[in-house]
């Protein structure tokens, strides 16, 4: 089983910044990709951003130029930096990993359960 906690979710308003953090656990080989994905009322889910394994990072273009993606590999952990939030921003936020499980040793598509971020005008 893979396992992945969100937290850094609030409500903030619009100019502001939140972090937040999603820990993988579980029987984990190895991970390729982690990301961000969030979902707005009403809409479907869209892709914020990803980074791979060796740090190269991917964004909407939505959020280029204020939110920030990084990750620690020894920790199994992917961090969002969002800066100068928006209204527009408010959905919530899911953390997804790209795993090979151990021992069953097959790729999958892992999400986490997701965090609310609200940013008020």
């Known amino acids: 089983q893979v396992q992945l906690v969100e937290s850094g979710g609030g409500l903030v308003q619009a100019g502001g910044s939140l972090r937040l953090s999603c820990a993988a656990s579980g029987t984990i080989f190895s991970i390729k990709t982690m990301g961000w994905h969030r979902q707005a009322p009403g809409k479907q889910r869209e892709l914020v951003a990803t980074i791979t394994s060796d740090g190269t990072t991917n964004y909407v273009d939505s959020v280029k130029g204020r939110f920030t993606i990084s990750r620690d590999n020894a920790k199994n952990t992917v961090y969002l930096q969002m800066n100068s939030l928006k209204p527009e921003d408010t959905a919530v936020y899911y953390c997804?990993?790209?795993?090979?499980?151990?021992?069953?040793?097959?790729?999958?598509?892992?999400w986490g359960q997701g965090t609310q971020v609200t940013v008020s005008s």
């Open positions: 997804n990993a790209y795993a090979l499980r151990a021992l069953v040793y097959s790729w999958a598509d892992y």
